[in-house]
């Protein structure tokens, strides 16, 4: 699943503000960054020789560095953006899987600051219920081979993880057992939620811990002469 202990504050930034987040590693990626530096430099190298031989023809040369650099910028930067607007359609576009994990009866009681997996029933036209896992994704996460890539803010991987047979010849029996699918499900999610609240709970005492021992080492450490950590 997403790394455990993040927050879904932290988690939806990216979704939030999708631009920023990709744009900035598409330069690297593609050394755009490097290349604008290099390319500056030869440009204001250019320049300096210009002011200091007046020699028209390195001020040219300057220009047309400058002028090749910034289209170059411009493309690839217009064709991340790009990029990273079809992705933000598909996260607009949700299909009947986030449908049906936004409408879980049990939403309600998922932890509102950690994230942690979360677990709906689908009904399916062979006669089954498919018990569903939605792993919840970062923004640049793949999902990962054999589950469903499912978009919305934020995506999920899903994957189903049980399923069972309903009585298809008697409505009121079948409506009874996706009842009791449904309630396996919550019971599934509240699992994952007290877990995640849990790790979430080991990790800040862990951080206490970590806090007071480093105080008493600092204090010993002065005891016997040696000099403060720097780190």
């Keep these: 699943m997403a790394e455990e202990l993040d927050t879904r ?12 987040h990709w744009l900035p590693r598409i330069w690297e990626i593609a050394h755009l960054r490097r290349t604008s530096i290099a390319g500056g430099a030869v440009a204001g190298a250019c320049g300096t020789a210009w002011l200091v031989t007046g ?9 047309v560095v400058a002028m090749i650099l910034l289209l170059v910028t411009a493309v690839w930067t217009a ?3 790009a990029i990273v607007a079809r992705h933000v359609r598909a996260w607009d576009r949700p299909g009947e899987l986030e449908r049906v994990r936004a409408g879980r009866p049990h939403a309600a009681d998922r932890d509102p600051t950690l994230v942690h997996d979360e677990y709906a029933v ?20 793949p999902a990962p081979r054999g589950t469903v890539d499912v978009p919305g803010r934020p995506r999920h991987a899903a994957s189903v993880i049980h399923e069972w047979d309903f009585d298809h010849e008697d409505t009121v029996r079948a409506a009874e057992q996706l009842a009791d ?17 849990r790790r979430a709970a080991a990790r800040v005492a ?4 970590d ?7 600092a204090t010993l450490r002065h005891l016997t002469g040696q000099a403060p950590r720097s780190d």
């Design 122 to 141: 689908t009904v399916e036209e062979t006669g089954d219920l498919f018990l569903w896992r939605f792993e919840t994704l970062r923004v640049d996460q």
């Design 79 to 81: 064709g991340a953006a």
């Design 206 to 209: 862990r951080r206490a811990r």
């Design 181 to 197: 699918a449904q309630a396996h499900a919550a019971a599934q999610e509240r699992t994952a939620r007290d877990e995640a609240e």
């Design 55 to 63: 020699g028209a023809g390195w001020g040219i040369l300057a220009v």
């Design 211 to 217: 806090a007071d021992t480093a105080a008493a080492a």
């Design 9 to 20: 504050a932290d988690l939806l930034v990216p979704y939030e503000h999708p631009y920023r």
